[in-house]
Each structure stands twice: as structure tokens, then as C-alpha cells.
């Protein structure tokens, strides 16, 4: 056997290996889902970085896919955005970044909301003491 066979072997274990591993992380991508108590952030960056090792590996994943995958992998309370984001925006020209904008406001939005409920509550429960005072 020749130093060249050799080195062609060599060069087709390494590729089986690197489109083993790039099947692994699509599996990965595809399952991945977005946790109740989980942020817009954190879960944008699981993403990106499973895409980021399938681009490092020479594999090409579109933007639209990456879009898509975001608004399908949202817990219950952005169905709501996510449904909308869908219906009105043109999914194929969107960025990663502008979905992952839309959803942090969401997301801010949501968390305003239940501050102030949280406030209700509490003054709630003071008015409460006080007349039980009275």
C-alpha cells in the first residue's frame, strides 16, 4: 500500500466521522425544544451554537430552517407571538436575530405583567392585614 492510499483512507475515516457528527447535531437541532423556565436567550444560544458546529463542519443550514425551528420550539406562552410572527412576517427573509427580538419582547412583555400581579397581590394582602386589624 502506498503513502497516497493511505492518506486517501485516512481522509474518508476522517469525512465519515465529520458527516457522522453533523447528522448527530441535526438530530440534536430537531429535538430541541425551548423549557418553560427557560429565556429567549438562553435558548437562542443552544441553538446557535449546534448551528455554528454544523457551519464549522461544512455543512450548510439555511436561516429560513433556523427561523422556523425557533418559532416551533417556543413553550405555550409565545404560541401567541410565534402564531403571529408565522402569519404575517415573510419567514424566508427573516433573520435568527430579528425572531429572537420579537420573542425577547414578548417575553419582556410577559414578565411586566406578572410584576405588576405580584404587586396587585401583595398591596392586596396589606389592605387585607389592615382591615383584619380594624
Known sequence: MEAWDTLKIMYMGADRVKTARVQTLKAEFEVLSMKEMETVDEF???????VSNIRALGDKVEEAYVVKKLLRAVPSKFLQI?????????????????????????????RG?????EKKLLLT???WSERNKK
Open 44 to 50: 437562542a444560544m443552544k441553538i446557535n451554537n449546534i
Open 82 to 110: 410565534a402564531s403571529t410572527i408565522k402569519q404575517f412576517a415573510d419567514l424566508d427573509k427573516m433573520t435568527v436575530e430579528e425572531v429572537v427580538g420579537r420573542l425577547k419582547a414578548h417575553e419582556e412583555r410577559i
Open 113 to 117: 405583567q406578572s410584576e405588576v400581579e
Open 125 to 127: 394582602h396589606q389592605e
